[in-house]
DNA sequence: TTGACATATAACCAAAAGGTGTTATATTAT
DNA sequence: ATAATATAACACCTTTTGGTTATATGTCAA
């Protein structure tokens, strides 16, 4: 799980991470909060939100004892330019 | 290589599929001329084709001893529809 | 009819993906 | 000070992915 390992093409290809992505862009959220709305364990969640930050798509910034995460649909440009071509 | 149908954003998630699906974007073309623009074998891109045509993206036609692939970019729409929430 | 060609199929492999549970560390509330 | 909370960091496991090679089958050309 390196720096520039993961792309966006990549981080999205998970049903799990389409959803996290669909939560945020409602409101920030810490990592517990985000993994109530799984059948998955926290420390699974915090892994995909893991391949996330590293497509740039979401950032944590800590407050306090929780790990805030914030949305960045930035790259999600990408996978626009790229389907551009076919429509 | 299950028998469960490949999901379009997993389709998408790989760049060697990525690429396929640009050069019949051009032209339709049998699995040896495709294979041609990889440097991995046959079988490998035969694969990929197997996944693509699973999530419905391309077809494959009978001609003769040659099976000639034809881009659809049809699918690519729930991509487009997903993303479009993030605009 | 024989040989070359195009693809299919099968067995196999290493690495990555997606998950688990346990333990450690930092922070907050009592 | 202690207990509860939130996350991080491991170690570990199973399945999937992306690749290989070898062999079989069907088609075309000489």
Known sequence: MSA???DVFQAIA???????????ANEELPISKISDHFPISRTAVAKHLHILSEAQLVTGKRVGREKIYTLH???LTEVQQWLSYYE
């Open 14 to 24: 998970d049903p799990t991470r389409r959803e996290v992505l669909r939560l945020l």
């Open 73 to 75: 649909p930035e790259p």
């Open 4 to 6: 520039v390992k993961h």
